[in-house]
């Protein structure tokens, strides 16, 4: 029996998969065929079918249903695989950058034969053009990188991924394919790209400490703790800390240094303008009073980082953490580790540390992160291999990264990052995610003063026209 139909064949017994209405190829308007039903309708089903199959299966057939388990087995323990051979699109070669990717290739090889794993190297954000043109010479690779923000749920919709639902039943809820990782890649109830909080990364902000306490300031941290550390707070922090230390007219120390991405903040706080909110369809939010303290908040921010100028009256920012307070990117390990001169990792960087972003009202942020992952390419003639591959390669990242992080983060700060990190939010920020719906209204009108009001005048219809045209496209 051939993989794929001895995969499905497992997988009958133990799972009923259904795809709601305006789900599939909702991208094309196209339906999967699959018809919907009641979580009662589905035990009915299911017991019936177990009966039919207790009747008509014959004794060999019994045999070798009961003796095999791999419908509930994990990815990271199938022992043999008919084809093991696997292809790999990726941005970068990972040999000599990726350790923990090359562990992966390493371990699978050493398992299902050495050479079975070919990686293709297609350039930073190159995964579109080369799928497509596998796609048009019908010759797909079984996995390819990818990332969430750039392309999802666009490339579900167009089908240039399959959903992984199917061969992720064991492992999901793992250390190592965490469910709020992989919830970042769920459409139509389902999943479609292997990761998990380790190859993923957090929106997080690091902090200086000791320009808090030459300052005596509280630091974010110590705020967090008490349920202070708002929107208001951080934009004092950025006003105070924002300074010309040698009196020349120019500034040289920054309260927030560069990078940072507004919407952000937006997300922490759980106000996101346009979100999926089931069966495929979306959902304006542009009339939440929060919009309007978001356009108001931005207003504010980038007046304060406008009075950095340059000789030219370009605005510039040069506050990286020790020059400016607070830092915010995919938190790594130069915010965070004491090396030494060879990039040794010594222990903790006492004068730096992080918390989650600011919030409205100082709750506990939701977690924005750079969602990025593993997917399986429509047509990809070896699935189940690219599929184990991928958990191996989540599986290095999981222990590898936090064997890492316990070398320069507390006890508490390493809880506090897999906290944050059971709290995710995917970034939905390019305009051509959802054919027809744009995600970036409103932000330059902010940054450039336009009052809050006027910008949610001008674009709530507009929007709600367009998430209106998109949902009709699903039948929704």
């Known amino acids: 029996m051939k993989k794929k139909a001895l995969l499905s064949a497992l997988l009958a017994a133990s799972m009923v998969m259904g795809t709601l209405s305006g789900c599939g190829n909702a991208g094309n308007g196209e339906s999967s065929g699959q018809q919907s039903s009641t979580p009662e309708s589905k035990e009915e089903s299911k017991a019936e079918e177990s009966k039919e ?17 791999a419908a509930w087995q994990s990815l990271l323990e199938i022992d043999t695989l008919e084809d093991p051979n696997v292809t790999l699109d990726h941005y970068w070669d990972p040999e000599g950058r990726d350790f923990f990717e090359m562990a992966a290739i390493k371990r699978y090889e050493e398992k299902y034969g050495e050479g079975t794993v070919t990686v293709n190297v297609i350039g930073w954000n190159g995964g579109i053009e080369a799928l497509q043109n596998e796609l048009s010479a019908n010759d797909v690779s079984d996995l390819i990188f990818t990332e969430g923000n750039a392309c999802f749920p666009s490339y579900a919709t167009k089908n240039y991924f399959q959903p992984i639902t199917e061969y992720i039943q064991k492992d999901l809820g793992s250390d190592f394919m965490d469910e709020a990782s992989m919830s970042n890649f769920k459409y139509c109830d389902e999943y479609y790209v292997f990761t998990n909080a380790a190859a993923t990364r957090p929106y997080l902000l690091a902090y200086y400490i000791p320009m808090f306490k030459d300052n005596a300031l509280e630091t ?11 929107w208001d707070k ?8 924002t300074v010309d230390n040698d009196g020349d007219g120019k500034i040289d120390q920054w309260g927030l240094g560069p990078r940072y991405k507004l919407q952000n903040f937006a997300y922490a706080s759980g106000i996101v303008g346009i979100q999926e909110v089931g069966n495929g369809a979306l959902q304006s939010n542009w009339e939440d009073e929060n919009m309007l303290k978001y356009f108001e908040f931005i207003t504010k921010l980038e007046t304060i980082q406008a009075r950095a100028k340059n000789e030219e009256g370009n605005v510039y920012n040069d506050g990286w953490l020790g020059t400016g307070a607070m830092y915010i990117e995919a938190i790594n390990q130069e915010q965070l580790a004491n090396r030494d001169e060879d990039g040794k990792i010594l222990g903790n960087n006492e004068d730096t540390s992080f918390v989650p972003l600011p919030t409205i009202d100082g709750s506990m942020a939701s977690t924005p992160v750079w969602d990025k992952g593993y997917a399986i390419p429509e047509g990809a003639g070896n699935p189940l291999g690219g599929a184990v591959l991928a958990a191996m390669i989540l599986d290095e990242y999981a222990k590898g990264l936090k064997a890492e992080q316990e070398q320069y983060m507390t006890a508490d700060e390493l809880k506090l990052y897999y906290d944050c990190m059971a709290n995710t939010i995917p970034q939905r920020k390019n305009d051509d995610l959802y054919e027809g719906v744009t995600m970036s209204y409103g932000e330059e009108e902010a940054k450039e003063g336009t009052p809050a009001a006027t910008i949610i005048d001008t674009y709530k219809d507009v929007v709600k026209n367009e998430v209106q045209a998109y949902n009709d496209k699903l039948g929704q």
């Not at 004794?59 to 009961?66: K, L, N, R, V, W």
């Not at 951080?234 to 800390?241: A, G, H, V």
């Open 220 to 230: 974010p941290g110590e705020l967090l703790a008490k349920g202070e550390w708002t």
């Open 53 to 69: 199959e207790e009747s008509s299966e014959t004794p060999e057939e019994s045999e070798e249903a009961s003796g095999s388990d």
């Open 234 to 241: 951080f934009l004092e922090y950025c006003d105070m800390l």
